[in-house]
T-cell receptor
Framework: QKEVEQDPGPLSVPEGAIVSLNCTYS??????FMWYRQYSRKGPELLMY????GNKEDGRFTAQVDKSSKYISLFIRDSQPSDSATYLC???????????FGKGNQVVVIP | KAGVTQTPRYLIKTRGQQVTLSCSPI?????VSWYQQTPGQGLQFLFE???????NKGNFPGRFSGRQFSNSRSEMNVSTLELGDSALYLC???????????FGQGTRLTVV
């Protein structure tokens, strides 16, 4: 079983829709959770960072963490064509200094 | 504030050669990590350096090595290149390795 599971299937949504992405993990030691956005031929860009269960909101982005279920989610409201990118979840244990990544979801927002 | 800088952006090497990649972290960040990204395996951790010491290492062969200098800049070396080493190599910096990690644009290595 991989440490981090993220269904890598592509996702196409119309502009203005809500995008919902999620990851599950098996390692109980993971305490820090991140979502990155990666455009083609670019490095990953940090979108959200959280270390506690619950919701964290930043503009149109909401990150959700449920440590009891080992499940994290990212929601993008009012999606825009500029949101078209690959979204990667990542997590890390305390003192581990190593990010474990999901495979990523390619999101396409259709104008 | 300048971001993470990786050089060069693109490299083409021949099997059997060696290559050195460079990473300059965000000013004030002391932790530098390296990752390999391929379409099949995704992002995989190579190693992490903090204050010139390797603190953590992923499951890569010894052909992959790195070092960090006193100014926190880091280099990664791959010897005896194989076709399978073709990938995007990314470096990430953070203040201490346990906080937000910011990535550079990567070095795309092609081995022919």
């Amino acid at each position: 079983q991989k440490e981090v599971e993220q269904d890598p299937g592509p996702l196409s949504v119309p502009e203005g829709a809500i995008v919902s992405l999620n990851c599950t993990y098996s390692n109980s030691a993971f305490q820090y959770f991140m979502w990155y956005r990666q455009y083609s031929r670019k490095g990953p860009e940090l979108l959200m960072y959280t270390y506690s269960s619950g919701n964290k909101e930043d503009g149109r982005f909401t990150a959700q963490v449920d440590k009891s279920s080992k499940y994290i989610s990212l929601f993008i409201r009012d999606s825009q064509p500029s949101d078209s990118a690959t979204y990667l979840c990542a997590m890390m244990g305390t003192g581990n200094n190593r990010l474990a990544f999901g495979k990523g979801n390619q999101v396409v927002v259709i104008p | 504030k300048a971001g993470v800088t990786q050089t060069p952006r693109y490299l083409i090497k021949t099997r059997g050669q060696q290559v050195t990649l460079s990473c300059s972290p965000i000013s004030g960040h002391r932790s530098v990590s390296w990752y390999q990204q391929t379409p099949g395996q995704g992002l995989q951790f190579l190693f992490e350096y903090f204050s010139e010491t390797q603190r953590n290492k992923g499951n890569f062969p010894g052909r992959f090595s790195g070092r960090q200098f006193s100014n926190s800049r880091s280099e990664m070396n791959v010897s005896t290149l194989e076709l399978g080493d073709s990938a995007l190599y990314l470096c990430a910096s953070s203040q201490d390795g346990n906080t937000e990690a910011f990535f550079g644009q990567g070095t795309r290595l092609t081995v022919v």
